[in-house]
């Protein structure tokens, strides 16, 4: 299986992504972002915390093959 993002799209979203994550975070986990990727539903998700706030964004993909 092979998945096709926009590149402009996916730069977006984590540039949105890391306003929310913590730069300077005692958790190291928190500092990171989660890449969930739904072929069924042809998206991928990125979630990010700082335990205050949170974010999760999607963006669609393109899926070639069997998943």
């Not at 990171?32 to 669609?60: C, H, W």
Request: hydrophobic share 40%.
């Amino acid at each position: 299986m092979q998945a096709r993002i926009e590149k402009a799209k996916l730069e977006g979203l984590l540039k949105r992504a890391d306003e929310v994550a913590d730069k300077k975070a005692s958790m190291a986990v928190l500092s990171m972002a989660l890449l969930n990727f739904e072929p069924e539903e042809k998206t991928l998700y990125v979630i990010t915390t700082d335990l205050e706030q949170g974010f999760r964004g999607r963006v669609p993909i393109e899926v070639e093959g069997e998943p």
